[in-house]
Nanobody, 117 residues
Framework: QVQLVESGGGLVQPGGSLRLSCTTS????????MRWWRQAPGKEREMVAG????????IDIESAKGRFTISRDNAKNTVYLQMNSLKPEDTAVYYC??????????WGQGTQVTVSS
């Protein structure tokens, strides 16, 4: 059974930092592309960042470039999203996603990030 479990969300003041973690089980982690998505209230889910099995990474939201970093530890079956200089508009539920090929696509349950003073 494949499981993706996110952690690290919470309430943080503007300008603060959080590091999200997504620990997986039941899959060969090192062979999956890992992505972080987010969904704010009333908005569609959007892709935040992705990292390939070999570590090539992208930040897909223009406003997050220079503030967010995605990384992975294949030995720990875990992907991370380091978020710095957080803004209120970063408030959303953040989801971890594992993908391989055309048909393998797994999701975590999400973790809430709230940026507010």
């Amino acid at each position: 059974q494949v499981q993706l479990v996110e952690s690290g969300g919470g309430l943080v003041q503007p300008g603060g930092s959080l590091r999200l973690s997504c620990t997986t089980s039941g899959l060969l982690f090192s062979s999956y592309v890992m992505r972080w998505w987010r969904q704010a209230p009333g908005k569609e889910r959007e892709m935040v960042a992705g990292i390939t099995s070999t570590g090539h990474n992208t930040i897909d939201i223009e406003s997050a470039k220079g503030r967010f970093t995605i990384s992975r530890d294949n030995a720990k079956n875990t992907v991370y999203l380091q978020m710095n200089s957080l803004k209120p508009e970063d408030t959303a539920v953040y989801y971890c996603n594992a993908g391989r090929g055309a048909y393998e696509d797994y999701w975590g349950q999400g973790t809430q990030v709230t940026v507010s003073s």
